[in-house]
């Protein structure tokens, strides 16, 4: 299967930034899209930005010009930069990935790392 090791999420204060990286091992022939997905507390979890193997990206309105999602294909990676960061990205951010046409609820899912963002 595929596994996840997920870093760089942290407490900092309005406005700050934090990197976030995933690094994927296993069998990861098949996948074609990587990135970022969150879940806040009482609220269902929505894209936050995600790549392709041919470096189109997609990103969620509330992240636009804050947020810069990044492959590494050689390494098997993607990070996210997040910057201006909000007290409303507080989150548990998960690395996702997949298949080309894949759903991303078919697709797989790290454990997920905390970024909480205090005012």
């Known amino acids: 299967q595929v596994h996840f090791e997920e870093s760089g999420g942290d407490s900092v204060q309005s406005g700050g930034s934090l990197r976030l990286s995933c690094a994927l091992s296993?069998?990861?022939?098949?996948?074609?899209?990587m990135g970022w997905y969150r879940q806040a507390p009482g609220k269902q979890r929505e894209l936050v930005a995600d790549i392709t193997a041919h470096d189109y990206v997609d990103y969620a309105d509330f992240v636009k010009g804050r947020f810069t999602i990044s492959r590494d294909k050689a390494e098997n990676t993607v990070s996210l930069q997040m910057n201006s960061l909000k007290p409303e990205d507080t989150a548990v951010y998960y690395c996702?990935?997949?298949?080309?046409?894949?759903?991303?609820?078919?697709?797989?899912w790290g454990q997920g790392t905390q970024v909480t963002v205090s005012s």
């Open positions: 296993g069998n990861i022939a098949d996948i074609y899209i």
């Open positions: 996702t990935a997949r298949g080309r046409y894949i759903p991303p609820d078919y697709g797989y």
